[in-house]
């Protein structure tokens, strides 16, 4: 069982930059991603970036590619995986969630179209809030 702990999120003005962080305890390379979802007030949960921690394949959606960047630093016990975001909009505005564990068949799928969504992503994290004003 992976459990995930996110912080960093905070308040900051448009063009500013923000450094989230997510702890993955209990988490091996077999569970194959991790990823970072938002959620604003009133609209579906969206994938913003995703990693595949065995090979360290990296996916972005559109909206943020350029601006974010997702990585990783592995520890014996757990993964811990950041996303650093730049040039921030209030667009970006929402409730960061990390989330992990993709089984097999979809992990493949992601990495042959770079596509994925909530449903590709088995445990979540509490969600830290990023407000861009």
């Known amino acids: 069982h992976v459990q995930l702990v996110e912080s960093g999120g905070d308040s900051v003005q448009t063009g500013g930059s923000l450094r989230l962080s997510c702890v993955a305890s209990?988490?091996?390379?077999?569970?194959?991603?991790i990823a970072w979802f938002r959620q604003a007030p009133g609209q579906a949960r969206e994938g913003v970036a995703l990693i595949y921690t065995g090979g360290g394949s990296t996916f972005y959606s559109d909206s943020v590619k350029g601006r974010f960047t997702i990585s990783q630093e592995k520890d014996k016990n757990k993964n811990t995986v950041s996303l650093q975001m730049s040039s921030l909009h209030p667009n970006d505005t929402g409730l960061y969630y990390c989330?992990?564990?993709?089984?097999?068949?979809?992990?493949?799928?992601?990495?042959?179209?770079?596509?994925?969504?909530?449903?590709?992503?088995?445990?979540w994290g509490q969600g830290t809030q990023v407000t861009v004003s």
């Open positions: 989330a992990a564990e993709c089984p097999i068949g979809n992990m493949v799928r992601i990495l042959g179209s770079g596509t994925w969504g909530p449903a590709d992503v088995r445990y």
């Open positions: 209990g988490y091996t390379d077999a569970s194959n991603c």
